[in-house]
């Protein structure tokens, strides 16, 4: 086993609305390892984005934080004075997010925003810190890299884009990389291309990916554990391999049902059926039990506990409990 990187113990972020608070992630337990790659999937709504931004201490307010850590090398990120955490986030961590034109600033050239995090942190002259960026530019593949740093974010394309949030994480070397749905948006063929690079390039560096994903495939190619959310809560944890050889949570068997298969060409697509829950209506017990095809009669009153499997996986099912 690796260096132990990143451990999130119990974390839990509810929002407050009109209806009363809505918890969007619920007591999860992850551990990530030094330069190992944790895929986090599920449906749209299932808590993945939430649960990055809770790490990182960047929910915002109707959201909270109301329990658990988040430890990077042992000392709680959550924990921290906000100006502590934001050189966390400056050196030591770093987030990409699924639509760059949303995190790139619209009227700062390309140039300020790449250097941006040599400057700030590692104290770099402004000229040191464009000849690093212009270099940064040229690695993740930008044409021209040097008209580019004058240029700004509406001259690229949503792939450029993308490189350029690629480039800024990347700039400093981070231990951590949260990438939250990073291909999501660019067209279909470049995604591959995208995440790759962004694999590469973290790879040479040393750097640990939570990758947070919507994509069976892209988990397949690129991950080296995967835990599968689904409202709020982790319901399944395996290494990948033992993950794609037989999921243990229905969820998680329905998610890989619903894919399409280049080894079984005739095989019929079955959709898990219904939608993922409102997170202000959750139903009671197995948040799943509504949709789920083996339900029966602890589910729907209560919660099952993370039992542990063989292979180093982990299921959140009463069907598990012996
Ligand atoms: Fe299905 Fe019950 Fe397992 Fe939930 S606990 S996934 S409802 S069998």
Partial sequence: MGQRLLEVQGLTTV????????????????TLDRGGVLAVVGESGCGKTVLSLSILG??????????GRALLDGVDILALPEGERRTIRGRRASMIFQEPMT????????????????????????AEALAAAEAMLGRVGLP???RRLAGYPHELSGG???????????????????????????DVTVQGQILELMLDLARDAGTAILLVTHNLGVVAQTADDVAVMYAGRVVERAPVAAFFQGPAHPYAQGLLASLPRVDAPGRRLSPIPGTVPSLAALPAGCHFH???PHAFEPCSRQTPPL????????????????
């Fill in 290 to 292: 509504p949709r789920c």
């Fill in 15 to 30: 929002f407050d609305g009109p209806a009363g608070p809505a918890t969007a992630v619920d007591g999860v337990d992850l």
């Fill in 307 to 322: 039992i542990a499997l063989s292979g180093g996986r982990q299921a959140r099912c009463w069907l598990h409990a012996s």
């Fill in 160 to 186: 450029q884009r993308q490189r350029v949030m690629i480039a800024m994480a990347l700039m400093l070397s981070p231990e951590l990389l949260i990438a939250d749905e990073p291909t999501t948006a660019l």
């Fill in 103 to 126: 995190a790139l600033n619209p009227v700062l050239t390309i140039g300020d925003q790449v250097s941006e995090p040599l400057r700030v942190h590692a104290g770099a002259s402004r």
């Fill in 58 to 67: 960047l929910v915002s307010p109707p959201g909270r934080v109301t329990a």
């Fill in 144 to 146: 021209e890299p040097h």
